[in-house]
C-alpha cells in the first residue's frame, strides 16, 4: 500500500528561524515520485518540486531545500531564515502509477513576525 | 487570464438545489482533476479526465457529475448534496503521462451546503 505521513501537524517558528517539515513515505514500488506543494491562505496548491525515486541528490532553491534518503524513506523539506510569507499549510505527496497521487495530510506552518 | 481558474470561489446551496462549479485552465494541460478537502482530511482526489476521457473516479457518490467538454474545462455538476459534502473543491491540471507530473491547481471553491 501506498502512503504518505506528515507527522507534524502544526510548527510556529519566529520568523528568520530554520524550519524542517518532515515526510514519510511508503510504497513497494522502485519507481515512483515525490512531491512537494504549498497552500497559502488564498487556497491554491503551488507546486515547489518534484523529484523521482532514482534521483537522490538534494536540492537547494533559495531558501529552499529537501533532502532526500531512499534508505529512510524520508523527503523532509527545509526552510532556511523563515519569513511571514512562508506561511501557508506543505504537503508532501507520493506518486507510483495510474491517476492518483497520495497526499500527506498537511503541515501547517506559522511563521511569527 | 493564466494558471488555472474556479468559479465561483464560494457557493452556499440547501440540499436541494443544483449548482455547477467550473474550472478552466490556460496552461495548454490535457489532464484534469478535480479534488476535495475537508477540514483535517488528506486531499480525496475525485475525478481525473485525460484528453477529455473519464480515467478516474475515486468513488464518489452519483449526486457529483463531472463533465469535461474539451481539455480546457471541467465542470462538477452538483445536486442534492448533503451537509458532509461542505469542503473546499480544488481543480487542477497537469500535461499527461498519468499522475508522474506536478499538478496546477486553481484557488477552490468554497462549497457550504446547508
Known amino acids: 500500500a501506498q502512503k504518505v505521513t506528515q507527522a507534524q501537524t502544526e510548527i510556529s517558528v519566529v520568523e528568520k528561524e530554520d524550519v524542517t517539515l518532515d515526510c514519510v513515505y511508503e510504497t513497494r514500488d522502485t519507481t515512483y515520485y515525490l512531491f512537494w506543494y504549498k497552500q497559502p491562505p488564498s487556497g491554491e496548491l503551488v507546486f515547489l518540486i518534484r523529484?523521482?525515486?532514482?534521483?537522490?541528490q538534494n536540492e537547494i532553491s533559495g531558501r529552499y531545500s529537501w533532502n532526500f534518503q531512499k534508505s529512510t524513506s524520508s523527503f523532509n523539506f527545509t526552510i532556511t531564515a523563515s519569513q511571514v510569507v512562508d506561511s501557508a499549510v506543505y504537503f508532501c505527496?507520493?506518486?507510483?502509477?495510474?491517476?492518483?497521487?497520495?497526499f500527506g495530510a498537511g503541515t501547517r506552518l506559522f511563521v511569527k513576525a | 487570464e493564466t494558471g488555472v481558474t474556479q468559479t465561483p470561489r464560494h457557493l452556499v446551496m440547501g440540499m436541494t438545489n443544483k449548482k455547477s462549479l467550473k474550472c478552466e485552465q490556460h496552461l495548454g494541460h490535457n489532464a484534469m482533476y478535480w479534488y476535495k478537502q475537508s477540514a483535517k482530511k488528506p486531499l480525496e482526489l475525485m475525478f481525473v479526465?485525460?484528453?477529455?476521457?473519464?480515467?478516474e473516479n475515486n468513488s464518489v457518490p452519483s449526486r457529483f457529475s463531472p463533465e469535461c467538454p474539451n481539455s480546457s474545462h471541467l465542470f462538477l455538476h452538483l445536486h442534492t448534496l448533503q451537509p458532509e459534502d461542505s469542503a473546499l473543491y480544488l481543480c487542477a491540471s497537469s500535461v499527461p503521462g498519468e499522475g508522474a507530473y506536478e499538478q496546477y491547481f486553481g484557488p477552490g471553491t468554497r462549497l457550504t451546503v446547508t
Open positions: 479526465y485525460n484528453f477529455k476521457e473519464q480515467t
Open positions: 523529484r523521482n525515486s532514482f534521483d537522490e
Open positions: 505527496a507520493l506518486y507510483t502509477g495510474g491517476f492518483k497521487t497520495i
